[in-house]
T-cell receptor
Framework: GEDVEQSLFLSVREGDSSVINCTYT??????LYWYKQEPGAGLQLLTY?????DMKQDQRLTVLLNKKDKHLSLRIADTQTGDSAIYFC???????????FGSGTRLQVQP | EAGVAQSPRYKIIEKRQSVAFWCNPI?????LYWYQQILGQGPKLLIQ????????DSQLPKDRFSAERLKGVDSTLKIQPAKLEDSAVYLC?????????????FGNGTRLTVT
């Protein structure tokens, strides 16, 4: 079955790096996504990675994928207070098309 | 480009009442999704449309929830009658093709409180 798991909470100091982890169970997922949700808003797509890639970098964001362990991580370099939000990872299993989301990781950035 | 529009932003109703939510997807997006997000949880898919046809409604509680997308553009989601456990944010999303590499774009959601 499909189950995406994330840790609930992460607190970092401004300027540090943040690493948010995710595990998924469906090995057929061809794309894996990271979304950001700020209070009272919908989900904003941050980045995504194709399953045949190990790493993708996009400015301050680095996504690492370990397909063998079904582990996905999002690293945010030089974390800013504006990065405080809930971060969701999501998978798109083959044949399902719609995304399956984790429960989200709340990132708190302290000044 | 204009984003996904949803209305209303907030709705408070009593249990057993009815409620409807409206969504206008990004122009040209063939696929439309309704998700339910209960406080503290990730979004859960309720229904997915491709143009005006239903692709997946396996997790839609059909005894009380209904959705339509008559002309393949706007969509409405209805709950009748509402229960306390329906309190959640209802998110609409759209994507260009509904395939793996076609990202979902979300609206800001409708926050429903059932008392």
């Amino acid at each position: 079955g499909e189950d995406v798991e994330q840790s609930l909470f992460l607190s970092v100091r401004e300027g540090d790096s943040s690493v948010i982890n995710c595990t998924y169970t469906d090995s057929s997922s061809t794309y894996l996504y990271w979304y950001k949700q700020e209070p009272g808003a919908g989900l904003q797509l941050l980045t995504y990675i194709f399953s045949n890639m190990d790493m993708k970098q996009d400015q301050r964001l680095t996504v690492l994928l370990n397909k063998k362990d079904k582990h996905l991580s999002l690293r945010i370099a030089d974390t800013q207070t504006g990065d405080s939000a809930i971060y969701f990872c999501a998978e798109s299993p083959v044949g399902r098309r719609a995304l399956t989301f984790g429960s989200g990781t709340r990132l708190q950035v302290q000044p | 480009e204009a984003g996904v529009a949803q209305s209303p932003r907030y709705k408070i109703i009593e249990k057993r009442q009815s409620v409807a939510f409206w969504c206008n997807p990004i122009s040209g997006h063939a696929t439309l999704y309704w998700y339910q997000q209960i406080l503290g949880q990730g979004p859960k898919l309720l229904i997915q449309f491709q143009n005006n046809g239903v692709v997946d409604d396996s997790q839609l509680p059909k005894d009380r929830f209904s959705a339509e997308r008559l002309k393949g553009v706007d969509s409405t989601l209805k709950i009748q009658p509402a229960k306390l456990e329906d309190s959640a944010v209802y998110l609409c999303a759209s994507s260009f093709r509904g395939e793996d590499n076609s990202p979902l774009h979300f609206g800001n959601g409708t926050r429903l409180t059932v008392t």
